[in-house]
T-cell receptor, first 113, second 114 residues
Framework: DQQVKQNSPSLSVQEGRISILNCDYTNSMFDYFLWYKKYPAEGPTFLISISSIKDKNEDGRFTVFLNKSAKHLSLHIVPSQPGDSAVYFCAASGIQGAQKLVFGQGTRLTINP | NAGVTQTPKFQVLKTGQSMTLQCAQDMNHEYMSWYRQDPGMGLRLIHYSVGAGITDQGEVPNGYNVSRSTTEDFPLRLLSAAPSQTSVYFC?????????????FGDGTRLSIL
């Protein structure tokens, strides 16, 4: 049973526009949600996280929104840049579970010039 | 500033062979994990450790052993390789057990079992 789901395998966005990546989860016990970015032949790198007690967290061009009632979160990238082309993973953990992340399947984002 | 180092980067094994995937971190992190990434399935947790001498199973532990004799090293052993273990393996470490704290990942080991 997939507890964290990213239902869009790929997304294509024009440079300068907004990219919106979506993630759904089923386990209401998750307390933290994280987004990672992955380039080919590299490991995932941390982008941004949000606690379940918040509904928004912002870091530069990246904003994560959390809707607990819908068990849904999204990552907004504004404006999108060519270097943002990568695979994006949504992940979740409990309060003391930083070493036990549950990942979604990933979404491949392509930024077109 | 090496971070998390995984060796080897690539390996081809025959069914039934054994091998050890190495993982070392130089950040003095207590918490380390092993994940495998398969197409369409994201990363799945194999084993994790909360300190030297302490390990526990993740979501997909069967066929893998781990040990943690030092803070720096967290090797993953395949006892008898099977084609189903063909995957990309990632090691990660974090400085805190608190959720929301980022894990730092190595660049992975791509393993093929023939």
């Amino acid at each position: 049973d997939q507890q964290v789901k990213q239902n869009s395998p790929s997304l294509s966005v024009q440079e300068g526009r907004i990219s919106i990546l979506n993630c759904d989860y089923t386990n209401s016990m998750f307390d933290y949600f994280l987004w990672y970015k992955k380039y080919p032949a590299e490991g995932p790198t941390f982008l941004i996280s949000i606690s379940s007690i918040k509904d928004k967290n912002e870091d530069g061009r990246f904003t994560v929104f959390l809707n607990k009632s819908a068990k849904h979160l999204s990552l907004h990238i504004v404006p999108s840049q060519p270097g943002d082309s990568a695979v994006y993973f949504c992940a979740a953990s409990g309060i003391q579970g930083a070493q036990k992340l549950v990942f979604g399947q990933g979404t491949r984002l392509t930024i077109n010039p | 500033n090496a971070g998390v180092t995984q060796t080897p980067k690539f390996q081809v094994l025959k069914t039934g062979q054994s091998m050890t995937l190495q993982c070392a971190q130089d950040m003095n992190h207590e918490y380390m994990s092993w994940y495998r990434q398969d197409p369409g399935m994201g990363l799945r947790l194999i084993h994790y450790s909360v300190g030297a001498g302490i390990t526990d199973q993740g979501e997909v532990p069967n066929g893998y052993n781990v040990s943690r004799s030092t803070t720096e090293d967290f090797p993953l052993r395949l006892l008898s390789a099977a084609p189903s273990q063909t995957s990309v393996y990632f090691c990660a470490s974090s400085s805190s057990v608190l959720g929301g704290q980022p894990q730092h990942f190595g660049d992975g080991t791509r393993l093929s079992i023939l």
